[in-house]
C-alpha cells in the first residue's frame, strides 16, 4: 500500500468488474451438477440461468436400467429423462434460477462412437448462453466423469467464440476431492495460457436452502449417497470456490516458463 494514502493504485486481486455478474450462466453438465456445486452462487444472484447439456432423452434406455438409474427407483420403460427435468425445474424455484436443457443424452445411454464430442456441443452451448443474455459464464472444471470433461471443454470453445463474456469455473461436487484432479485441471488450463485464479464472486451460504434445492432430485439421491458420499458433504459445509479464467496480467507469463 503506498506511504500515506489508504487508496489502493490497482483493483485488489481476484475482484470481478462491475457489470461482468450481471447476468450469470451456470453450464451444468447433468441435472443436479449446478446446484450441487454453485447453489450459494445462485442464491446471491438470482434470475441466473443453468444450462444442462446432458438433459436429452436417448433414442432407447438401456434395459434394464444402468447402476445408476436403477438405484434411484428407475424400471424398464420409465422416462428416466422426463422425471429428472420435473425434479431439476422444482430446484431451480428454490435456487431462483431459469432452467434451460439441451438434448444431448448423458454418456452411459451411449456406445462411445456415438457419444457428442466438445465441438458438437459448442454450437449448442453458444446459441443457450446468448439466447440468456448472459455476461459472465460459469463452467464445472470438468473432472473425472466424461460428460463434465465434455462440458468444459465445450466451454472452452465458446469462450474463444464469446471472449468478451466473464469466464469463471467452479469446482464439480463430487469430484474435486478425487486425489491430484482439480490440480491437474488447473495445471492444463494454465499450461494452455488461460489462467484459473480464485475470484472474489458474490455467495450467499444457505445451508438449509441449499438442502432443500438438493433434495428436489428426489432420484438422485440414494446413488449420490452411495457413491458420493453426499450427506457427509453437506455436513461439513464446505464454501464453494470459482476461478477465474483470463490471460494472464502483462509480464506475469513468464512464470510460465519457470521450472
Not at 85 to 98: F, I, K, N, P, Q
Amino acid at each position: 500500500m503506498p506511504d500515506g494514502d489508504s487508496t489502493l493504485a490497482e483493483p485488489t486481486w481476484g475482484e470481478v468488474e462491475p457489470g461482468v455478474l450481471d447476468k450469470l450462466v451456470v453450464v451444468s453438465p447433468h441435472l443436479d451438477d449446478a446446484v450441487l456445486g454453485t447453489s450459494n452462487l445462485l442464491f446471491a444472484h438470482p434470475g441466473s440461468t443453468v444450462v444442462t447439456v446432458f438433459a436429452g432423452r436417448p433414442e432407447q434406455y438401456p434395459e434394464p436400467p444402468g447402476p445408476w438409474d436403477a438405484l434411484g427407483g428407475f424400471r424398464t420403460g420409465d422416462d428416466v429423462v422426463a422425471a429428472r427435468r420435473l425434479e431439476d425445474a422444482r430446484a431451480m424455484e428454490v435456487t431462483g434460477s431459469s432452467p434451460l436443457w439441451l438434448d444431448f443424452p448423458e454418456h452411459t445411454y451411449l456406445p462411445p462412437a456415438e457419444r457428442p464430442t466438445p465441438a458438437e456441443v459448442a454450437p449448442a452451448l453458444a446459441d443457450a448462453v446468448l439466447a440468456a443474455g448472459a455476461t459472465s459464464v460459469f463452467l464445472p472444471m470438468g473432472l473425472a466423469n466424461p460428460d463434465h470433461g465434455v462440458s468444459h471443454e465445450a466451454g472452452l470453445l465458446v469462450r474463444d467464440r464469446l471472449p468478451d463474456l466473464g469466464w469463471f469455473c467452479y469446482e464439480d461436487a463430487g469430484y474435486i476431492h478425487l486425489p491430484g484432479l482439480l490440480a491437474w485441471r488447473v495445471g492444463k488450463l494454465f499450461k494452455g495460457g488461460v489462467w484459473p485464479t480464485p475470484a472474489i464472486v458474490a455467495q450467499r451460504p444457505d445451508a438449509e436452502r441449499k438442502r432443500r434445492a438438493i433434495w428436489c432430485y428426489t432420484s438422485q439421491l440414494p446413488p449420490l449417497e452411495a457413491e458420493h458420499a453426499l450427506s457427509p458433504r453437506l455436513d461439513a459445509n464446505v464454501g464453494e470456490q470459482y476461478w477465474r479464467l483470463a490471460p494472464p496480467p502483462a509480464g506475469w507469463e513468464r512464470l510460465a516458463d519457470i521450472p
